[in-house]
């Protein structure tokens, strides 16, 4: 990580200096968060002109809306044009990054934050470390090097990033370094039971409904090896339409199917158009679903990937099956 140009970056911003904090389409916590919580910190380091946004549909799903920074938000369409830095949040490559792409090219100067190993190396000075847990780890170690203190703000917006990624730091990346952070996070006085209950245990009564028919028509597939089979399901926006709810309610919906003890790997197609489907796919370890998902145009970590699927859903769902059907199943 280039971590003297990056400080070099920031402290040469001039007073008047307009920076516009980016992030990957349907932001997650891990994006909302490092984003918002490093937007907050260049506030404390002296940012004036300071602009967040992310591509796609606009809105901040619900269990977000409470994060500190969210004044930072502005529509995509309204953020600076030619900022004289750009700062990018947990985008593995310029195709998660839709319309803002071009706000990379026109930027004085553009700074990529990540953890993907798949990160294809866009923008100018990368921050890219695959050993971390989450985008906000490398966010903190910048604030931490730029001399920005944390406070309650911060630290809850890193909090919420540090969480989501690790699965409650219940993952294999739930590293001694992640629970040291966690410790600077807490101590700051934030609520971790407040908090965990917002952004996992909340949803309404009619996103339980739908989980309820999605997981009923789930679908086991063994393979030869014990334990190497695929669990996978749909959900359409017709699913979502008749119980009423906003498409963010299906991000959790991976988690309930990917218990499954029969299969290694787990698979929830979701429509984003007529014949549009993002797919998000789990592993519990002898398959690489990054590189099923980078097979099929995606990207992600070797647990946890995804990928823009076209066509039919069996037709997603097949072209699944034959990437996992080859040299795929190691270990
Ligand atoms: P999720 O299934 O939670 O949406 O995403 C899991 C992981 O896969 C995340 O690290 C995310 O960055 C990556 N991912 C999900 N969808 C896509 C996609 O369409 N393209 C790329 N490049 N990565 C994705
Ligand atoms: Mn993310
Ligand atoms: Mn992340």
Redesign the pocket.
Known sequence: ADWAAAVAAVRALPAAARVLLIC?VNP?GDALGSMLGFGLGLRRFGVRNLQATFPGPPGVPEPFRWLPGLELLVPQDEAYLDPDLVICFDA??E??LGDLVDRLDKAGAALVLDH?A?NTRFGGIHLVDPHAAATSVVAEGLLDRLGVPLDAEIAACLYVALSTDTGSFRFEATTPAVHEMAARLLATGIRPGDISRLIFDTRPFGAVRLFGEVLVRARLERAAAAGRGLVWTYATREDLARHDQPAYVL?AL?DSVRCTAEADVSCVVKQVADAEW?V?LRSKGAVDVSAV?VALG????RF?????GRGSVDEVVDRIRAELGGALLTG
């Open positions: 990957h997650d593995a490559s195709s998660r993907h798949s991000e991976i993002a998000s998902a995606g990207g992600g970590h946890a990937a995804g990928f823009t």
